[in-house]
Every structure is written in C-alpha cells, then in structure tokens.
T-cell receptor, first 116, second 109 residues
Framework: NAGVTQTPKFQVLKTGQSMTLQCAQDMNHEYMSWYRQDPGMGLRLIHYSVGAGITDQGEVPNGYNVSRSTTEDFPLRLLSAAPSQTSVYFC???????????????FGPGTRLTVL | DAKTTQPNSMESNEEEPVHLPCNHS???????IHWYRQLPSQGPEYVIHGLTSNVNNRMASLAIAEDRKSSTLILHRATLRDAAVYYCILRSGNTPLVFGKGTRLSVIA
C-alpha cells in the first residue's frame, strides 16, 4: 500500500490564483481530513469527510472547498489564494473514525504552499 | 473538547529512557488518550493510545494514572530519530483529532 499520498509536494501561487491540492489513500478508509500547519504551530483542521458524499467543516474552513466523490480521493480547493494561506497542508485518513475515538489516523507527507 | 497540557520542550540523552508527561484533568470517561509525533518536515505519525490500562507497543509505552487525569509516554531508549514534537490528544465519540502545541523532544548524542 502507498498509504496516504499528496500532490504536489511544493507549490508557489500568486495572490488570487486558484488551485487544488490532491490527497489519495489506497487503504479503503472512510474518514479523510485536511489540516494546515503554520510555522511553529500545531495542526489545525480545515475540513473532514466521514465517507463519499459527506463533508464537514473544521476549525479553519474559510477560503477552502472540499468534495468527496470517491472513497479514495479528497481534494482541497483554494478558490482565490491569499498570503495568509501560506502553510503546510496535511491530509489524513482513518478506517474506524466512527469507532468512538480509538481509531488510528494516517497522515500524508504534506504539501508546502507559498502564496506571494 | 477536553484539554491537555504538555511541557513545551524536553531534552534527553541518547539511549536513555524518556518520560513525556501529559495532564488532562478534565478527561471524560469515554476519552481515549492518543499520542502522535511529528518528525521534522514530515506528517504526524501515530505512536500509541489507551483508555484506562497501561499499553505497550513496539514504539513506546503509555502509562495512565489511576484517576486518568494524567498520562506519560515512555520511550525506553531514545535515539536521535526520536527527536520530534510529541502530541497528547484526547478523543471520544466521532470527533476529529485536535492538535495542541505538543512537546518538542531533543535528543543529545
């Protein structure tokens, strides 16, 4: 298994540009999520999904859109990039999210995004 | 969300045991105690979790206080590769992982 994969690894955008960060997992996990991590900070939850067709907002959803059309993929869209969105983005997945808090989550390697 | 309190940083000598503390005085009966770590320039990785009893796995041990208001992650022999930020997180129900600032562990050769 490749686990959780993220593309691209690095990206530089100009203010106002749009782009999609890709996240895929080959473990047939129902739960997937997106976090951002600013320098020297912990991770903050952007959006999450408990299955295909179901998404919900996390702590910092503004400026980001998600959709979940398949179990494997959970793309994160930036509609109009802003310098405040410069961060490292991590995707995660879990097979037992609805197991009452005992599941293990697997994280991707991250996408480092810079918005000029 | 139930809160956890961890020291900002700790230091250990290589090949010595490391005890990373976590306080969670407002823990509820259904909260699992999770530990994740984040190596430099990598995504977080799962370390261990427990509910009431102490737990051991190939990476670490988790010692949970009898009243569950604190726990300790134990690395039995720290190596340079264990230098990371360690996060103690409480989870119950169907709530996503919520990360605090964690403890930055430095390992000295």
């Amino acid at each position: 298994n490749a686990g959780v994969t993220q593309t691209p690894k690095f990206q530089v955008l100009k203010t106002g540009q749009s782009m999609t960060l890709q996240c895929a997992q080959d473990m047939n996990h129902e739960y997937m999520s997106w976090y951002r991590q600013d320098p020297g900070m912990g991770l903050r939850l952007i959006h999450y999904s408990v299955g295909a067709g179901i998404t919900d907002q996390g702590e910092v959803p503004n400026g980001y859109n998600v959709s979940r059309s398949t179990t494997e993929d959970f793309p994160l869209r930036l509609l109009s990039a802003a310098p405040s969105q410069t961060s490292v983005y991590f995707c995660a997945s879990s097979s037992e999210f609805l197991a009452g808090g005992r599941d293990t989550q697997y994280f991707g390697p991250g996408t480092r995004l810079t918005v000029l | 969300d139930a809160k956890t309190t961890q020291p900002n940083s700790m230091e250990s000598n290589e090949e010595e045991p490391v005890h990373l503390p976590c306080n969670h005085s407002t823990i509820s009966g259904t909260d699992y105690i999770h530990w994740y770590r984040q190596l430099p320039s990598q995504g977080p990785e799962y370390v261990i979790h427990g509910l009431t009893s102490n737990v051991n796995n190939r990476m670490a041990s988790l010692a949970i206080a009898e009243d569950r208001k604190s726990s300790t992650l134990i690395l039995h022999r720290a190596t340079l590769r264990d230098a990371a930020v360690y996060y103690c997180i409480l989870r119950s129900g169907n709530t996503p992982l919520v990360f605090g600032k964690g403890t930055r562990l430095s390992v000295i050769a």
